[in-house]
């Protein structure tokens, strides 16, 4: 008989164009070996040219959802992304910490605190970021920010390894175990870096930055491939050095889709 593969589960938004939210976790988990579950938060209206709007899903649906595949199939390692209200992130919360699921339990949890899409679109009611820090970041293995989700959460804007060092300590006071301080937006520099800190020694991962328009969905990539091999049993800076090499690559490898963003792409993994 075959046996279970690792899970992970997504709990996120759908994006109607497939290139980023719950289809972009699933892509990913996918393409680095793990079975996806998925909690949908919301359904946004979306295309290559941005979000047309969204409808949330009921808060004792996506806690029932969670509840459902963490009873019987289990979770070993789980990932937020859009969670669209303050409500829906407390219920969250909660649930995660009735299985078992969080930094101090054994089972990895990442927090990616989307707070809008790449086009400037809000996937986050105004309220509910606060809600992300207070409810969520005490409960995470690890943050994930790009650096406008860092300017609305510290105020700090990332512009150099300096500020960039100091967004992840400012970041690491709301207490989550690591921070990632996601590089992509310094545009004027060659390389990508993204800086991951405990408190301890930062390290930097270092990449090529490639030169696309197409970067929907690499946000949601990164976040799931770091989950995926958290549940595959790695350690924190291993499963982000694993990431990093993974979402370079569907960077390069991202498709025109569309009139606007394409997305990134995991499909290389595929023909390897
Ligand atoms: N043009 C690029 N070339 C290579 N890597 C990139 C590029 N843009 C983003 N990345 C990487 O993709 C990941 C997601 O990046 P970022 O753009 O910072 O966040 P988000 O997609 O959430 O806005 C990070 O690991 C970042 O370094
Ligand atoms: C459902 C959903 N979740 C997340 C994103 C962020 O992705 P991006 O920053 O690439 O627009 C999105 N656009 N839609």
Redesign the pocket.
Known sequence: MNTAPRTALTIAGSDSGGGAGVQADLRAFFANGVHGLVALTAVTVQNSLGVQGFTEIPVDVVTAQIKAVASDMGVHAAKTGMLATAEIIQAVAKTLDEVHIGRDTGTPFVV?P?AAS?TGHALLREEALEAIRTELFPRATLI??????VRLLTGITVTDPATQRAAAEALLEFGSRWV?V??????DTDT???LLYDGTEPIE?T??????EN?????????SAITSSLAKGADVPTAVAE??RF??R???EAYPLGAGVGP?SPFWRLAD
């Open positions: 990616d989307v790449m994930t920010p790009n650096l406008d989700e990632l996601k590089g992509g937006h310094m545009r990508c870096v993204d991962l990449g090529a930055r490639i030169n696309t970067t929907h969905g690499g946000g949601d990539t990164m976040a990431a990093k979402i370079e569907c960077v390069a990134v």
